[in-house]
């Protein structure tokens, strides 16, 4: 009995300090990762403060390299929730096993106690009696029998607890390991924004030369080309609403006072770089504005190349695309009031096809540059009025520009 205490103890021992060493680990990641998030936290105050300054060459390339080093941290960030999480499942697998072999010992002595009842059962009244010197001797039997029964179902609930605890463990590693999964995409899409944003920095550098003459050239030809843009695009909306041309219509109903809190923010830790309407930059009225003299018809939102961009309230995917002036845009409509959220310039879409029903805070995309942009943003546009219609001269799908947008920030919080 005293080895089986001692190899027992020895047993308890070992799982202690082994899930204290695995505790140790978890909490240094823990650690780890609360650092790289301070870290990653100032790389994206600074690509804010970059963003406030007047563009210059400079300034983009200091924006972008603090892009690439907050990308990097969020790498970083993600691999030690791997690691952690890996431990932990390690620590789940480790309990289903021990429980797993308490079960086995259970069914085991479960089924010599069957066993024993078995015979005992199967004996003939007269045999009993033989079998036994006096009647006291024949109800201690009886006695033991019902002790033995009494234990027999106690173990049989014990077996079944263990059972219940094995699934929930079980169930337990599976959402673990889902989380592990989602946690290697995760960082693979970090990866591929790193990549493309060091792209887009060696890109700048061998336009421009290094010159901030060339870059402010550069810009200035990027507005040229939007101005002629939007004032195709009048034009092109003007025929479309004439003719009734649309391949889709949504208008909006009874829409709710400006200021009630319908939708949340479409990015985390975002910026606002532009507002709605007649900013400083659309130049309302003149031909040459980037935006042929119409203004702003959304707010543009940065927090960095390939950051998630979320549905900002449950809707319905109602249309998508990509065409030379939006890049890869998303529409969607939400109900009750059947408004439309737009999303445009993003890197890359998530696999969701219209009719695709989502809720709020999903990812749809990541922030990019496609279209006629210079710098990473996504566009966050709100309509009451919302229809799409093909350019014939490229065949590619477009929707409405400003008439029929409203200000976003009349209903985010």
């Not at 999964?181 to 421009?208: C, F, H, M, P, V």
């Not at 890197?347 to 709020?360: D, H, N, P, Y």
């Amino acid at each position: 009995m005293s080895v089986i205490l001692l190899l027992i103890g020895s047993f308890l021992c070992t799982n202690s300090i082994s899930a204290q060493t695995d505790d140790q680990r978890i909490e240094e990641l823990r650690q780890q990762i609360e650092a790289l998030e301070k870290e990653a936290q100032q790389y994206r105050s600074n690509i804010a403060g970059e963003q406030a300054k007047a563009r210059s060459l400079q300034g983009e390339i200091s924006m972008l390299n603090n892009q690439i080093k907050n990308i990097q941290a969020q790498m970083n960030i993600t691999s030690k929730n791997i690691s952690k999480t890996g431990i932990e499942i390690e620590g789940i697998e480790g309990s289903i096993f021990d429980t797993q072999k308490n079960i086995d010992y259970k069914k085991d002595t479960v089924g010599r106690l069957v066993l024993d009842l078995y015979k005992k059962d199967s004996e003939s009244l007269l045999t009993v009696l033989l079998k036994n010197r006096s009647i006291s001797d024949f109800f201690n039997k009886i006695q033991y029998a019902a002790n033995l029964n009494a234990t027999l179902l106690s173990l049989i609930k014990d077996l079944k607890n263990d059972k219940d605890v094995l699934e929930d463990q079980k169930n337990s590693l599976e959402g673990k390991k889902t989380e592990l999964e989602i946690l290697s995409q995760k960082q693979r899409q970090q990866s591929t924004a790193l990549s493309q944003t060091k792209t887009g920095k060696n890109q700048l550098l061998t336009q421009t030369k290094g010159q901030e003459a060339q870059y402010q050239k550069m810009l200035a030809e990027v507005e040229r080309k939007k101005s002629l843009f939007f004032t195709e695009l009048k034009e092109l909306e003007t025929k479309i609403i004439q003719g009734g041309l649309y391949i889709l219509r949504v208008q909006a109903k009874n829409l709710p006072p400006k200021g009630t809190n319908l939708f949340t923010w479409p990015e985390d830790d975002y910026r606002l770089t532009q507002g709605y309407g007649c900013t400083s930059y659309a130049r309302c009225g003149r031909s040459r504005g980037p935006y042929g003299g119409a203004p702003h018809n959304g707010i543009d939102l940065a927090a960095g190349y390939g950051s998630p961009i979320k549905t900002i309230g449950d809707g319905e995917i109602i249309a998508n695309g990509k065409n030379d002036g939006w890049g890869n845009w998303v529409a969607i409509k939400h109900g009750p009031y059947d408004l439309v959220s737009l999303y445009s310039h993003l890197s890359a879409f998530e696999f969701l096809r219209v009719g695709t029903q989502i809720k709020a805070g999903q990812v749809i995309g990541y922030e990019g540059n496609t279209g006629n942009v210079t710098g990473s943003h996504v566009h966050l546009s709100i309509y009451k009025d919302f229809f799409t219609y093909l350019k014939e001269s490229n065949g590619q799908l477009y929707f409405n520009y400003f008439e029929g947008s409203i200000n976003p920030l009349d209903y985010l919080p």
